[in-house]
């Protein structure tokens, strides 16, 4: 990824195919660096134009890690 995450996941009620007007887009990432993710949630709205919302996974705890791990749809995993 060009912000340097390892693994980008969508999760969320566009992943599961209920997105209303307005809704948010949920991206989950891992292994981007912290100084990256300000930048790189910069660069999300920007080239969405709706607001995301961005979970670090390295950083993430309890249910949301669940829900995430049980949702979530790869869009991006480093080789």
Excluded at 12 to 35: Q, Y
Excluded at 47 to 72: F, H, N, Q, Y
Aim: charged share 35%; net charge negative.
């Amino acid at each position: 990824m060009e912000c340097g995450a390892k693994k980008v996941l969508l999760f969320g009620s566009v992943a599961r195919g209920e997105e209303r007007p307005g809704s948010d887009v949920d991206l989950a990432c891992e292994g981007l660096p912290p100084e990256r993710f300000f930048e790189a949630l910069g660069k999300l709205l920007l080239s969405t134009g709706k607001d995301v919302d961005l979970i670090d996974l390295d950083k993430a705890k309890g249910p949301l890690c669940k829900r995430i791990e049980k949702e979530g749809v790869s869009l991006y995993e480093a080789k």
